[in-house]
Every structure is written in structure tokens, then in C-alpha cells.
């Protein structure tokens, strides 16, 4: 197991086998066989048992299947660009209950977000000196970016529906579009395994944790299945002090209960052709707290936002996708993916605190349909070409309820449409060198809308140890719906705003240190100009306060480090570095010009040492350090850095029953992700899986 760092030991006769790639996902797996590590997709074991294997800290990173670098099934040995992944065995040794807290150990990304570390947070993602509306999220290799807002809630997911997770940092819209200015999230869910089984789990801790989840899995005849059902729930009233403004009490308002329920249906049509259905309902219904208000002497004011007691947020998201896999002519070398989606994401949120004339609705219900056609050709030894044809359209209504005179106000009832046709050429010159060029033409159906994303990446292997990689993308991001088209009259729509532009340059070396370890180093180089702000109308415009423009510059500078070392027999140990430095080049206000970009620019700092067998014993201690960061643009507030010790355990009482636990935030450092928010301070979990 390999996580931002710390190693998982296999036995072999469990989860290691030679198989195609799966067929689903709108991949091109069958291309090459591979070693799966994943429990779930082992054949029926023979009698025979087989020695115990060690899978080595380079063999297992380097040899992770990901797809996001290439828009078909790869290795992170073949990708120019650096990509980090996580699996789902890790997720649970971590006890990771959804996606966002999933992202902690990873290098490359900020993912705590700026409301909270319960299990409900909002999740905010920032990825070299980009916010969360600039970084794509894809779900099996399409996007479901929320275009009203431009983001998705990480904290949606629950992992009991996750196979990996994929982090791939500087952009992606030469195979993806829009919205990849920053780097692009892939998550990929988990496939049917070769035997029927059925996993059931509980899950108790800190707060009113209590969460249950079952699976069942397996495959008959041509047909196999995975479906699923995770409720989780939790109180999440905790003590908590905020010395800036004189506050003592308890987060009030913060229960949570989920209700996810997943089903992925898979047919083989003969030896050739794979048809798969796949559907997640992501439900939620959760408090919403508030913050502390902190008062800013330097504005003369409090923070603008309070403790709330009645507020509440709802969300129901269905998201749905058909995909067709078939193998072209008589060999393993041509993959035609084909697939068609619909998403339907609906968010309300109830303001009720306060007095009546105060109290609103606010209601967005978005439905995207998309298609997608990729064709992944090996058509050389050496050369192997991705091209096809993207297009996504979405549909945003977001309306205001007022409970004081039960009127509905319509902010925006629009639509965008995105096209695209794209393509990836790469070519082996020898086996230490290697070269890709990619280019994405993107149709959009707004006035300034349309873009041309290049790419060019390459690979030099200078020596058996040590590999140098090298890459650059021009990346975009469309306006959202709301800047567009919303008549709010303290926002008023602005239908003239071009997309975002953005360009990555990285430089990289992979290094193996003998047989022991491996570090993976890059330096990052990430322009975004047109930046999308909203700015306020002086004086009001027709009673318009403000809209949204094209102003700004950021050039953010950082390196990505990570280290892993096998320190003894079944003792790992890993270190990741993440150094982030986004500056304000260009600005509205001079005020912003030349100082950091708020919340993107903190470094952080990842260790662990573990230790773990391959009888599936986990014992690790994991830190997590960040470092302080402005709050505002012109840098007049900061929130200080913090460090954490997790301790994780895994505990296979059985062949078929395991225990877990964790004791998070261990020593109970108590700090704040956005000003007035606190964290949760020390909290534990213990878990029970069975698997039959």
C-alpha cells in the first residue's frame, strides 16, 4: 500500500494476479496485461498456497495502474507527468470516510478545505496556487464540476464506492477541458470481482460517529454486478475556544446523516464488446454552524458571518453513465470507448436564523447530459495515439425563497454547451526516451467561450536510477452559469467574460535510491490571467452592486517532493513536501498587487513510518504540517499553521474479518481552517468489516 507515502506488503496468493485491465471506466485496459493488488478482483484460489511475496516501495509506486495522465490505462512509471494515487485498501487503513479526507497525505494538493475537518466538511481544493473552481473532478474520466459554482464537494463521496483516487497537479485541459487549470481529481470506482462477495461494515467513534455499510459484488456467467449502500451519521457537537474573539462553547448545529447508495452493472457481449451501467445517488442532510464572528481591528469590524442555529443544507445528486468498450480488429492493440451520461445535482440550503425578513431559501438544481468517444490506438510498437470528441450540456436553475413574503426570485435559469474534439500522440524515440503532444479544441456555445488547450511532454531515463520528465499545458476554465447569467441584484450576470487561462510548466526527476526507496521531485511554474473576480459597481449601475470580470493575474511557483523508504523487513517509512508560493501580479485593487494569494499558498508537510505484513497487520503514524497562511489578498490576516499525529491500525482477527482504528489529531492541537471555523479537535474511530 502505497499512500502519499506509506507501503502496504501483499500476500501474494491473495491479492496478486495477472489479468486484462477492467473494461469499464471508458478505459483502455485491455490494452496490456498487469498486476491487480486489489482483494476484491481475485479469482477462486487454488488449494495450493503460494509463498508470501514483498511488493517493493518502486515496484508498487511506479507501477500503479492511473488513467488520468493519458485518457487510457497506464502506469505512473509511463506518465511525463507526476501523478499521485491513493487505492482503496489505504483508504481504509487510513479510515478515511470520504474523498476529501482521502486527499490528506497526498502530495501536490491542499485538500482540508475552510469550514471544518468533521465528516461532513465542505471541501475545497487547492492545487498550485489554483481555487477549487480551477480544478477539474472527474468521476471515472468525465467531469462533474457543479457549473453554477464551478467546484464539487469532495466530502459527497464515501469510500466504500471508491476503487482510487487520482491527483494529477498542473492541469488538464488538453484531454479533459474546461475547469483543469489547477490540476485534475479522478475518481475511480470500484469494478465487479471474480467471485460473488459481499462485504458488510460498522463504524463507531468520536461525536456520534455511527456508520454502516454493505457491499455485494461478483460476476455469473457474462454479467457481473457491484452494489452498495453507506449511511453515515454524526453529531459532531464538540467544545471548542476561539481566543481572537473571546469565545468558550460547543459546535451546535453540525449533525450530518448520509445516504449513499451505488450500483454498477457490467455485461461482456462476447469476447470483444463491454457494456456497463453505473449509478451513485449521493444524499445528505447536514447543520450548517456557522462561524465564530472575529473581529479585525484593522476594518473596524467583525467578520462577517455568525454562530447559526437553524440553518441547514440538503443535497441530492444522481449521477449516471452508460459505457461501451470494444476491442477494434483481431488484436489487443485498438479501444473504442463510447459513453453516454446524465447528472442531476440539486443543493438547498435553509437560512433561518435570525429574524424573518432575513430568512431565505436558496434552491440550484442542475442537470448535465454528455457524451464522450475516445479512441486509444497503439498503432506502432512504439506509438500509441488518444483522440476523440467531448460534449457536455448543462443546465443551472438557482432560485430564492423568501420565508418573510413566500416569493420566489429567479437568479439564473441558463444553460452552457461544451464540445470538444481532442487528441494525444506519443512515441517511444528509444526505451530511455519518450515524447507526447497533445491538443484540445473546445466549442463552447458562450460568445468568448471557445479555446485551444497544447501540450507537449517528455521523458528521458539517463540511467537505470534516474528518470527525467518534463511538461507543459495550456489550461482554461469557462465562466460558471451564476457569473454568466445571474440577475441577483447584488450580482448581476456579466455575458461578455472570457474563460480563464492558464499555463503549467513543470520539470521533474525520479530517483531510485538503490532498493530501498524511491523520490519523485518537481518544480512548478503555473500562470492564471482573465481571472474571474466579482468587483462592486461605485456607485450601483440600474441598483446592480457589483458583477463579475476578467482582472488579474497569479504566477504561483512551488516544488512537490516525495520521498519513500523501505527502512527494514515490513517497516516503511514516507515523506512528502509540498512548497507553494502563488503571487498577485495583476489586481483591481493595487492594494493585492505582489502579495500571496489567500489560502492557496500554504506549504505543507507530510511523514509517516509504518509497519505492515503481509498477513494484513497496518500499524502507522502519520503527521500532517501546514504552515500559516493570509486569509485575505492583501494580507492584512493570517491563520497559523498546525501540525497533527494520526495513529492508524488494522487488525485481521480472521480471514474474513478485520478490525480497524485510528486516533486522529492524537496530542489534541486545536486550530482554525478559516477564520471563526474550528477543527475538532482529537478524535477516534473503531471499525468491523467482514468480508464473505
Not at 456497463?276 to 476594518?299: A, E, M, N, R
Not at 488518444?386 to 443546465?395: L, M
Amino acid at each position: 500500500m502505497v499512500c502519499g507515502g506509506y507501503v502496504a506488503i501483499a500476500n501474494a496468493n491473495q491479492v496478486q494476479q495477472i489479468s486484462e485491465f477492467p473494461k469499464s471506466e471508458g478505459s483502455a485496459r485491455d490494452l496490456q496485461p498487469v498486476a491487480q493488488t486489489t482483494p476484491e478482483n481475485t479469482p477462486a484460489s487454488t488449494e495450493e498456497k503460494e509463498p508470501d511475496i514483498e511488493l517493493t516501495v518502486i515496484d508498487k509506486l511506479l507501477n500503479e495502474p492511473v488513467y488520468s495522465p493519458f485518457r487510457r490505462e497506464g502506469t505512473v512509471k509511463d506518465s511525463t507527468r507526476p501523478v499521485y494515487v491513493i487505492t482503496g485498501e489505504e483508504m481504509e487503513a487510513q479510515g478515511a470516510r470520504t474523498v476529501r479526507e482521502a486527499l490528506k497525505f497526498l502530495p501536490g494538493i491542499l485538500p482540508d478545505g475552510t469550514v471544518g475537518t468533521e465528516v461532513n466538511a465542505l471541501s475545497g481544493q487547492f492545487i498550485r496556487g489554483s481555487n477549487s473552481a480551477q480544478v477539474l473532478i472527474l468521476l471515472d474520466g468525465r467531469p462533474i464540476n457543479e457549473l453554477g459554482s464551478g467546484s464539487f464537494d469532495l466530502s459527497e463521496f464515501t469510500t466504500n464506492i471508491v476503487e482510487r483516487v487520482e491527483v494529477l497537479p498542473g492541469g488538464g485541459s488538453t484531454l479533459y477541458g474546461s475547469s483543469a487549470i489547477g490540476g485534475v481529481i479522478n475518481i475511480i470506482t470500484r469494478r465487479p470481482t471474480e467471485k460473488v462477495t459481499t462485504q458488510a461494515g460498522v463504524n463507531f467513534g468520536a461525536y456520534g460517529l455511527n456508520q454502516q455499510t454493505i457491499n455485494s459484488s461478483g460476476r455469473v456467467g457474462n454479467v457481473g454486478w457491484v452494489v452498495g449502500y453507506n449511511r453515515t451519521e454524526a453529531e459532531n457537537n464538540y467544545p471548542f475556544s476561539i481566543p481572537e474573539a473571546n469565545f468558550e462553547g460547543t459546535r451546535e448545529n453540525n449533525d450530518v446523516i448520509y445516504n449513499n447508495f451505488n450500483v454498477k452493472l457490467e455485461a461482456d457481449l462476447g469476447s470483444r464488446n463491454t457494456l456497463t451501467l453505473s449509478t451513485l445517488y449521493l444524499g445528505k442532510d447536514q447543520g450548517v454552524p456557522g462561524g465564530v464572528p472575529i473581529p479585525f481591528p484593522q476594518f473596524g469590524q467583525g467578520f462577517f458571518n455568525s454562530l447559526t442555529d437553524n440553518n441547514r443544507k440538503y443535497t441530492d445528486q444522481v449521477l449516471t453513465d452508460l459505457t461501451w468498450n470494444s476491442k477494434l480488429g483481431s488484436g489487443d492493440d485498438s479501444l473504442l470507448t463510447a459513453r453516454v451520461y446524465a447528472d442531476f445535482l440539486n443543493t438547498r440550503s435553509d437560512n433561518r436564523s435570525g429574524e424573518l425578513t432575513s430568512q431565505n431559501r436558496f434552491d440550484s438544481n442542475q442537470t448535465s447530459h454528455g457524451i464522450q468517444t475516445t479512441h486509444s490506438w497503439n498503432f506502432a510498437k512504439n506509438q500509441t495515439l488518444v483522440y476523440g470528441f467531448d460534449y457536455r450540456n448543462t443546465n443551472v436553475r438557482n432560485t430564492t425563497f423568501s420565508y418573510s413574503t413566500n416569493v420566489i426570485r429567479e437568479n439564473y435559469d441558463d444553460a452552457i454547451g461544451q464540445g470538444a474534439i481532442f487528441g494525444r500522440y506519443e512515441i517511444n524515440f528509444s526505451p530511455s526516451f519518450s515524447m507526447n503532444l497533445g491538443v484540445w479544441q473546445d466549442f463552447s456555445s458562450l460568445v468568448n467561450g471557445s479555446f485551444t488547450s497544447p501540450s507537449v511532454g517528455a521523458k528521458l531515463a539517463v540511467s537505470d536510477s534516474t528518470t527525467l520528465r518534463a511538461n507543459y499545458i495550456r489550461n482554461f476554465r469557462a465562466p460558471t452559469i451564476a457569473n454568466l447569467f445571474s440577475n441577483n441584484p447584488t450580482n448581476i450576470g456579466n455575458p461578455e467574460l472570457k474563460p480563464e487561462k492558464g499555463d503549467s510548466f513543470d520539470v521533474g526527476i525520479d530517483q531510485k535510491l538503490g532498493n530501498i526507496g524511491l523520490l519523485r521531485l518537481t518544480f512548478f511554474s503555473n500562470r492564471v490571467s482573465d481571472t474571474i473576480a466579482f468587483t462592486r459597481l461605485t456607485p450601483p449601475v440600474n441598483g446592480n452592486t457589483g458583477t463579475w470580470e476578467n482582472i488579474g493575474l497569479v504566477h504561483t511557483t512551488g516544488i512537490e517532493a516525495s520521498l519513500n523508504l523501505q527502512l527494514a523487513r515490513n517497516v516503511y517509512t514516507f515523506v512528502n513536501y509540498t512548497a507553494n508560493d502563488p503571487r498577485i501580479l495583476e489586481s483591481a485593487n493595487p492594494a493585492e498587487v505582489d502579495k500571496e494569494l489567500r489560502f492557496a499558498g500554504a506549504d505543507k508537510l507530510n511523514l509517516g513510518v509504518s509497519y505492515e505484513n503481509p498477513q494484513g497487520w497496518y500499524l502507522g503514524l502519520l503527521m500532517n504540517s501546514l504552515n500559516g497562511y493570509p486569509t485575505n489578498n492583501t494580507n492584512t490576516e493570517f491563520l497559523p499553521g498546525y501540525t497533527t499525529f494520526d495513529l492508524k491500525m488494522r487488525v485481521p482477527i480472521s480471514d474474513s474479518l478485520v478490525l480497524t482504528g485510528s486516533l486522529d489529531n492524537m496530542f489534541d492541537r486545536r486550530y482554525q481552517l478559516f477564520a471563526g471555523f474550528p477543527d475538532g479537535g482529537r478524535v477516534f474511530q473503531v471499525g468491523l468489516s467482514s468480508r464473505f
